[in-house]
Structures are given as structure tokens and as C-alpha cells.
């Protein structure tokens, strides 16, 4: 099998001065998950080593420099979720700078979505970066919160969908929400089948953007269903996207990868941060516009 990664950094604005640092942020992402693929790891441990690099990266809305909510607080949700259909998902913590590596945890065991107290109880048990809630808050998040700035580059989640060696897919998913969210609100990054699907019989997929409007169409298995027939995973995002928008309002983005290796994304907020790497390519490609 053709190992391949794809990750994205959200559906959303990036105005130019944010360009580089999200294809930056994307590329070092691509580059862990990467690594661990060619060393023989699997498409969970890549999915979770990409994305811990996106949750450590200010420039995205996930742990640290995530969106505060109302109370002005950062409150995280993620999943991870293997084609062979297993799950792992925490939503509302806080507190925990990987929320990708508890979700990680959870997937062979029940229950396997934790949410606030719970969650975090279990990932300071079992051995979880844990850090003060205030330190997941970033200066800028903060200033705009403060100020009630208007803010264009917000809702995003990021995400990534892994293939490794041996044919497992993986895909997995995390995010600080939506800006100034009511305390407790959870979107669609912790739900199987609405931030994210994996079935190693036909592909992987990631969402990105407005919970509410993804949740009803179910996007991430929507998006995988397209792929039968062999469809290619650029059509099939197309046409996932194309359903949501003729069903509801909202932005949203979602990358595939299928059984055979080949990407595809689309989105239809005017930007989404992307990059993916696979055998065959010099290096990673990035980009913040299709
Ligand atoms: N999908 C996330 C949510 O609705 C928002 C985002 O894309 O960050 O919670």
C-alpha cells in the first residue's frame, strides 16, 4: 500500500499576512505524521503525531491559541476514529494540551467519548500533558476576545486522514470550537461521521467548519459514501461539499484519502489551510487555496 498523508488547518479566511504561517504549520504537521509512516507507524500514530503538531501551533484553532468561549475560556473537542472502525473521541475539556492523544487512548475501550470532568480526570490518570486551563489561551485570542474584535479567520478545526503502509486508514480531528461559543456547546469534531469517518474498505475523511450545519448531513460519512464506484476523492469532496451547501447554511471543507492512496479536499469558505504528502513527492505540498 502507498502511505499518504493529508491534514488541514480549517475552512476559513486567511488573510495574506497568515498564509505562510499556515502552510508553515500544515507542512511541519504533514512532515511528523509523515516520518512516523515511512518508519513503519501506523495511520493512527501519524494521524495523532500530525495533529499534535497543529495543536501546539498558535496559528490554529485547536489547544493552544484555540477559540475562547463565552466566558472566555478555551474548551477542546477531538476524535480519532481507524478503518477498521474503531473510535475515540473527548469533547468540552479543558486543561489538556493533546486532547488528539486521550481521543487516541479511548479507542479500544468503553466508554470511548469522554466529555469535560470525566475526560479530564482520565487523561491526568493516564499520564496526559495536563497544564493549567489559562495556558491553552493565547495573547491574540485573548486581545480579540477582550475587544470583541471582529473575527475573519475563525471557525476552524483542524484535521488529518493517514494511509499506511499495511492499508489501514485513519482520520482524526480537533478544535477549540466556535468563537465565543456558549459554555458546554459541542460541534461536530468529537461526532463519527460528522468531523471525521475511516473504513478501511473505501476511505478516510476530515471536516472543518460550522458544527451546526455539518452535524445534519453527516458530512465526513457523506463525503466517504461518494467515494463508492471508485470516484475520485477530489469529486467526492466536491460533491459532499455541493450536498451541504444545497441542504444548509454554513462554510465547511473536508479532505479524503481512498483505499488506493489519492487525495482530494474542497471547501467552500474562501480559503482552507492543506498540505499532504506521498510516495512519490520530493516534498510536502501546501497550500491555502485550491
Ligand atoms: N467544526 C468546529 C465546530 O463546529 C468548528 C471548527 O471548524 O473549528 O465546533
Same mark, same amino acid.
Given at each position: 500500500m502507498t502511505p499518504t498523508i493529508i491534514v488541514h488547518g480549517g475552512a476559513k479566511t486567511i488573510t495574506d499576512d497568515k498564509v505562510a504561517a499556515n502552510n508553515a504549520g500544515c507542512t511541519a504537521a504533514v512532515e511528523a505524521g509523515w516520518a512516523v509512516l515511512i518508519s513503519g507507524g501506523t495511520a493512527a500514530e501519524a494521524v495523532e503525531a500530525a495533529i499534535r503538531v497543529l495543536e501546539a !501551533?498558535?496559528?490554529?484553532? $485547536?489547544?493552544?491559541?484555540a477559540t475562547l468561549n463565552s466566558d472566555g475560556e478555551v474548551e477542546l473537542d477531538a476524535a480519532i476514529m481507524e478503518g477498521s472502525l474503531s473510535w475515540g473521541a473527548v469533547a $468540552?475539556?479543558?486543561?489538556?494540551?493533546?486532547p488528539i492523544s486521550i481521543a487516541r487512548q479511548i479507542?479500544?475501550?468503553?466508554?470511548?467519548l469522554l466529555v469535560a470532568r470525566g475526560a479530564e480526570r482520565f487523561a491526568a490518570d493516564n499520564g496526559a500533558e495536563m497544564c493549567k486551563k489559562? !495556558?491553552?489561551?493565547?495573547e491574540e485570542q485573548l486581545e480579540q476576545w477582550k475587544e470583541d474584535q471582529k473575527v475573519i479567520d475563525r471557525p476552524n478545526t483542524v484535521g488529518c486522514v493517514a494511509l499506511d503502509a499495511s492499508g489501514i486508514l485513519a482520520a482524526g480531528t480537533s478544535t477549540g470550537g466556535t468563537?465565543?461559543?456558549?459554555?458546554?456547546r459541542v460541534g461536530d469534531t468529537a461526532l463519527v461521521g460528522c468531523g471525521l469517518y475511516a473504513d478501511n474498505k473505501i476511505g478516510g475523511c476530515s471536516t472543518t467548519g460550522d458544527g451546526e450545519s455539518i452535524i445534519p448531513v453527516v458530512l465526513a460519512k457523506t463525503a466517504i459514501d461518494f467515494?463508492?464506484?471508485?470516484?475520485h476523492p477530489d469529486e467526492a469532496a466536491q460533491m459532499a461539499i455541493d450536498a451541504l451547501a444545497s441542504k444548509v447554511k454554513g462554510e465547511a471543507g473536508c479532505i479524503l484519502i481512498d483505499r488506493q492512496g489519492r487525495v482530494g479536499w474542497a471547501y467552500n469558505s474562501s480559503h482552507m489551510a492543506c498540505a499532504y504528502m506521498t510516495v512519490g513527492q520530493d516534498k510536502v505540498a501546501a497550500f491555502t487555496q485550491k
Open positions: !501551533d498558535q496559528t490554529f484553532n $485547536a489547544s493552544l491559541g $468540552a475539556v479543558q486543561g489538556i494540551r493533546h479507542m479500544d475501550d468503553k466508554p470511548r489559562e !495556558d491553552l489561551i493565547a468563537t465565543k461559543q456558549q459554555q458546554g467515494l463508492s464506484g471508485d470516484r
